[in-house]
């Protein structure tokens, strides 16, 4: 997986923030608190240029699986750095970092057998999300969403994605293929709350679609949920497509997720801020 070099408006490094979510660290005796990170996570190696990050499980709980961080490029350092600046700021606030003991702590251990409805929930939730990452590509290729959020929330997978265009082709497309019995998810669309393909529904800005799915064999509930919202943030695209260009979405891509008028505005703007 490749990283950005940064999160947030203040420029925080993103390399240092992914593994202060991820390397689990048993907390100071006496304070109650959970462990940190993923418990038996273990980072494997780190490469000769420390670029990358290699990062397995002690117990693979019948799903062995290797994970690869690469350092993302423009920052001097590498992941030795990042790696002993954490360390560092784990023993200095009481914190015993785990991701080089080679077998499972006991601190770990507690916690899994005192959670484990909770660890089969957050395996059940990691492997829809690896499922979703594999097919990130189908939010830009099938859709015209302009924004798209995902996160999990302890429960399932939550997407929240925008588009310019309030037409139903565009979610549909996407459903179509997350749900494919062959190449999608195991899942169906198992409760649906959308009217804007119907002939007669008009149409309002802040319009949202909801989807909810199930599992495809299990019937489990929500696995994941989607809700595609159509509505500009303030009626001005000028921020999007600014972002969208900084990071090099293509022109032709561009011209499908936004209306002409959005980008002519957008051109029109950024040569009058040129001109001052």
Same mark, same amino acid.
């Given at each position: 997986?490749s990283?950005d #070099? ?6 925080y ?9 991820l390397?689990? &660290? ?7 608190d ?7 996570l ?14 397995h499980?002690v117990?693979d709980?019948g799903?062995a699986?290797?994970?690869?961080? #690469?350092?993302p490029?423009?920052l001097p350092?590498?992941w030795?750095e990042?790696?002993r ?7 200095g ?7 080089k ?6 601190? @770990?251990?507690?916690y ?16 829809v999300?690896s ?5 990130? #590509? ?5 859709? &015209? ?13 939550k ?15 996407l ?8 190449? /999608? ?8 709350f959308?009217?804007?393909? @119907?002939p ?11 989807f ?13 949920y989607?809700r ?5 943030? /303030? ?6 497509? @600014? ?12 011209a499908? #997720? ?10 029109q ?6 001109l001052?």
């Open positions: 997986m990283l #070099a940064y999160v947030g408006q203040e420029k490094s993103f390399p240092e923030h992914c593994l202060s979510r390397l689990p &660290a048993a907390p100071a005796p006496g304070s109650g959970e462990p940190h990170g993923i418990p038996g273990r980072v494997s190696s780190i490469d000769a240029r420390g670029r990358e990050m290699r990062l499980m117990e709980r799903q699986a290797t994970l690869v961080l #690469a350092f490029r423009g350092e590498g030795e990042v790696e600046r954490h360390r560092h700021w784990c023993e606030n009481g914190l015993r970092p785990l991701w003991s080679p077998g499972l702590d006991p601190v @770990e251990s507690a899994i057998n005192a959670f484990s409805s909770l660890e089969r929930s957050r395996s059940r939730r990691a492997a999300g499922a979703l990452l594999r097919r990130i #590509a189908l939010f830009h290729t099938v859709t &015209a969403f302009y924004r798209v959020q995902c996160w999990d929330d302890g429960d399932s997978w997407i929240d994605a925008r588009t310019a265009h309030p037409l139903a082709i565009w979610h549909d497309q459903l179509q293929r997350l749900c494919h019995p062959r190449w /999608g998810l195991p899942v169906q669309v198992s409760h649906r959308c009217h804007c393909a @119907e007669d529904s008009p149409y309002q800005w802040g319009h949202t679609c909801s909810y799915f199930g599992d495809r064999d299990t019937r489990e509930d929500d696995p994941v989607l595609v919202h159509a509505s500009p943030e /303030g009626r001005d695209y000028d921020r999007q497509i @600014e972002t969208l260009r900084q990071v090099g979405a293509p022109e032709a891509w561009m499908r #997720a936004f209306p002409q008028r959005a980008i002519r505005h957008h051109e703007h950024f040569q009058e801020e040129q001052r």
